[in-house]
């Protein structure tokens, strides 16, 4: 089955300064690789997404890229604020965007002042 | 919730007893899937459903059961097997374009 490994466990950034979290991935076959928020206590939340079609996409502050050939798939924040600490998951799936995914372990990210 | 209704929020579990962790939705799609986080350790998949009456296991379905009988249902069964049932635990729902959506989970302890 599919393995996903994520880096780093922790990262501390100042505010403003840029964070980047890297993923790979097992199964070529995966085409679906979403990353999702999770603060303390609360469900996790879908911030960004990508298909194997896509090299890269940009939402405002967020980026996820994607190297299909390396199999991995990194999420940059850019301009990073204190509230985006929180522990971020990447996942990965190989039937769509309906089927089951498979998590990486989560950053934490804190931004501190 | 966004749909998704997991209950009870808190549950705590005595030695040997079977608990039932309930999660409904309202959001019409077809998948659904349960979820264990543990610290430092992501979120595993217990079981998953794509279609009603129907459900697969996942990676660490020992000790656990679930049915689905409806298409809005899926409730999740910590049986006395699971040894280590202590967990917060995430149902999610899948809908084509938008990937997953998650409820607001269930913080089990035993007790």
């Known amino acids: 089955g599919e393995n996903v490994e994520q880096h780093p466990s922790t990262l501390s950034v100042q505010e403003g300064d840029s964070a980047v979290i890297k993923c790979t991935y097992s199964d070529s076959a995966s085409n679906y690789f979403p990353w999702y928020k999770q603060e303390l206590g609360k469900r996790p939340q879908l911030i960004i997404d990508?298909?194997?079609?896509?090299g890269e996409k940009k939402d405002q502050r967020i980026a996820v890229t994607l190297n299909k050939t390396a199999k991995h798939f990194s999420l940059h924040i850019t301009e990073t604020q204190p509230e985006d600490s929180a522990v971020y998951f990447c996942?990965?799936?190989?039937?769509?965007?309906?089927?089951?995914?498979?998590f990486g372990t989560g950053t934490r990210l804190q931004v501190t002042l | 919730d966004g749909g998704i209704t997991q209950s009870p929020k808190y549950l705590f579990r005595k030695e040997g007893q079977n608990v039932t962790l309930s999660c409904e939705q309202n959001l019409n799609h077809d998948a659904m899937y349960w979820y264990r986080q543990d610290p430092g350790q992501g979120l595993r998949l217990i079981y998953y459903?794509?279609?009603?009456?129907?459900?697969q296991k996942g990676d660490i379905a020992e000790g656990y059961s679930v049915s689905r009988e409806k298409k809005e249902s899926f409730p999740l069964t910590v049986t006395s097997a699971q040894k280590n049932p202590t967990a917060f635990y995430l149902c999610a729902t899948g809908y084509g374009g938008r990937g997953y959506t998650f409820g607001s989970g269930t913080r089990l302890t035993v007790v």
């Open positions: 996942a990965a799936s190989w039937g769509g965007t309906a089927s089951k995914l498979t």
């Open positions: 990508i298909r194997s079609n896509v």
């Open positions: 459903s794509q279609i009603v009456n129907d459900f």
